[in-house]
């Protein structure tokens, strides 16, 4: 089974900066990963599909990289809003897996 | 606009069973994936299960497999989870996704995309 480890697992940064959470796959995944956004109350939202495209409707502050086993979000110039939890999520193979999840503090 | 309806959470004995259903509307129903993911509380996200559209195929985390059963009615646009055997590690908000198939060189790729707003289960004396 493909494990998918994210780090760091929070942090805390002020609005505006240049945020980055990686992700790395245990084995190549090629670039079947997806992030997602899970803010407190609300169900998870789709933000990155393909390692790096992103989903209709989200802020282009919003990057993705990476392919193969390393892969990245990065958020430039973080806002109130982003205040969330983000996982990646493998979805080369069964079972599909997700990353322990980055909390980012405003 | 993919609309996801939960329900079917609560609370129920070690041992006991639900089955969760989730309604859907505003898409194609019976063309697309659909997949179950819950999350403990205080923990991340579990992939649980997915179902392929026309139901052709289905998959499930090894570790639930056997207690843990999916399925789908295209008739009502629904699909269901079938819950066996709970326990207490079982307790989480279960989520369904609709989920949206890629297929490249004869492989499927499954990806995750709209979430519904979960029902809560429950497991406790």
């Known amino acids: 089974d493909i494990q998918m480890t994210q780090s760091p697992s929070s942090l805390s940064a002020s609005v505006g900066d240049r945020v980055t959470i990686t992700c790395r796959a245990s084995?190549?995944?090629?670039?079947?990963l997806a992030w997602f956004q899970h803010k407190p109350g609300t169900p998870p939202k789709a933000l990155v599909y393909?390692?790096?495209n992103l989903q209709s409707g989200v802020p282009s502050r919003f990057s993705a990289s990476g392919t193969g086993t390393d892969f990245t979000l990065t958020i430039s110039g973080l806002q109130p809003e982003d205040l969330a939890t983000y996982y990646c999520?493998?979805?080369?193979?069964?079972?599909?897996?997700f990353g322990g999840g980055t909390k980012v503090e405003i | 606009e993919v609309h996801l309806v939960e329900s079917g959470g609560g609370l129920i004995v070690p041992g006991g069973s639900l089955r969760l259903s989730c309604e859907t509307s505003g898409f194609i129903f019976s063309i697309y994936a659909m997949s179950w993911v819950r999350q403990a509380p205080g923990k991340g996200l579990e992939w649980v299960s997915t179902?392929?559209?026309?139901?052709?195929?289905?998959y499930v985390a090894d570790s639930l497999r056997g207690r843990f059963t999916i399925s789908r009615d295209n008739s009502k646009n629904t699909i269901y989870l079938q819950m066996n055997s709970l326990r207490a590690d079982d307790t989480a908000v279960y989520h369904c996704?609709?989920?949206?198939?890629?297929?490249?060189?004869?492989?499927?790729?499954?990806?995750?995309?709209?979430w519904g707003q979960g029902t809560s289960v429950f497991v406790s004396s």
């Open positions: 999520q493998q979805y080369n193979s069964f079972p599909l897996a």
């Open positions: 179902i392929c559209g026309r139901g052709g195929c289905t």
């Open positions: 084995q190549d995944i090629r670039y079947f």
């Open positions: 393909a390692a790096a």
């Open positions: 996704v609709y989920t949206t198939t890629v297929t490249i060189g004869g492989n499927r790729y499954f990806g995750m995309d709209v």
